[in-house]
């Protein structure tokens, strides 16, 4: 009985070595912008040969609001709360995920103050077991950059000065790669959605909002210090949708065809997510891999726990 467990184990092992080492399918979704770019051929090409890869239905995606009822976020041009355009958003997000197949798709809505509300999301996050997790944010700028108008009587900040959305990933993610991999397939779709991005952030002026752009293409920036993005043990993304404090922005956002437009291209970037996993198996090793491991992760536990079985 032992022996056999034993047999097995190595056996297991040796599978797991070989696809580590073979270099076979592992290889081709180490290397994202191979497997992006096949999903993207596919996608443009309106062909789905990677679909039966692809189990929407135990596709597991967390879609999180950023801030809360009671901290609502940016105020906009016209005075409006930022947390009333991220929940709007979401919701739609949602349903059009639901409707597309990903039926496991988690709408994630947290209350109370901002820490409180951040290691919330984070750990309802962490104990979902998603494959993936979203943020959907609107943006502003620094208070510097504000002036000032009337609008119904109030007398409010505006900065019509940037508008666009952005994209960030953290690079203390533990799956930094495939959280880009995500950003990158997010800011494909708005591309090809007819959304241009956010071009400051990489601007000195910007201060301590600088950011280092990774994918000048797509526009996937690195905000490697937000908590809901770095203490996340899942691919994550943060998606700034567009700017609510530039005045014609705030308008648009507050459409829905920019809505609808924003969601599809939420959606397509999940399907071809989705459909460049590949198997379970191997994308849990590719996930391994993605980053050096702080410690002993897993799957070498399992290896050497398979390695010395062997030898005994
Ligand atoms: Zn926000």
């Not at 059009?96 to 290691?119: C, E, I, P, Y």
């Not at 109030?154 to 495939?178: A, E, Q």
């Not at 996340?232 to 014609?248: F, H, K, Q």
């Not at 891999?289 to 398979?306: E, F, G, I």
Request: glycine residues 8%.
């Amino acid at each position: 009985m032992v022996d056999l467990t034993r047999k097995r184990a190595a056996a297991a092992a040796l599978f797991i070595i070989a696809l580590l080492f073979g270099l076979g399918p592992l290889h081709s979704l180490r290397a994202e912008p191979a497997s992006a770019a096949r999903a993207e051929t596919a996608s443009a090409a309106g062909e789905t040969p990677e679909k039966a890869a692809c189990d929407r239905a135990a596709f597991r995606l967390v879609v999180d609001v950023g801030h809360t009822k009671e901290v609502p976020g940016a105020i906009s041009a016209r005075g409006l709360y930022e947390y009333e355009f991220n929940l709007r958003l979401a919701k739609l997000v949602v349903e059009r995920l639901n409707q597309a197949g990903f039926d496991k798709t988690l709408l994630l809505v947290t209350g109370g103050r901002a820490h409180g509300s951040l290691v919330q999301r984070v750990a309802r996050a962490n104990s979902s077991s998603a494959d993936l997790f979203l943020s959907i944010h609107h943006d502003s700028v620094p208070n510097s950059f504000l002036e000032k108008w009337e609008f119904l009587g109030r007398r409010l900040g505006f900065s019509d000065r940037f508008k666009g959305h952005s994209i960030f990933v953290s690079n203390s993610n533990p799956d930094y790669r495939t959280s880009l991999q995500f950003g990158s397939l997010l800011g494909k779709e708005l591309k090809a959605g007819g959304l241009v991005y956010a071009h400051h952030y990489t601007e000195k002026f910007m201060g301590h909002r600088q950011r280092i752009l990774v994918d000048a293409e797509n526009g996937v920036y690195r905000y490697d210090q937000l908590i809901v993005l770095k203490d996340t043990r899942i691919p994550a993304v943060l998606l700034e949708a567009g700017s609510i404090i530039n005045r014609d922005e705030e308008q648009a956002m507050a459409s829905p065809e920019r809505q609808q437009a924003i969601a599809s291209g939420v959606v397509r970037a999940v399907e071809n997510f989705c459909a460049a996993r590949g198997s379970p198996l191997v994308d849990r090793i590719a996930r391994q891999h993605s980053k050096p491991p702080a410690k002993a992760s897993p799957l070498r536990a399992a290896l050497h726990r398979s390695a010395r079985a062997k030898s005994q």
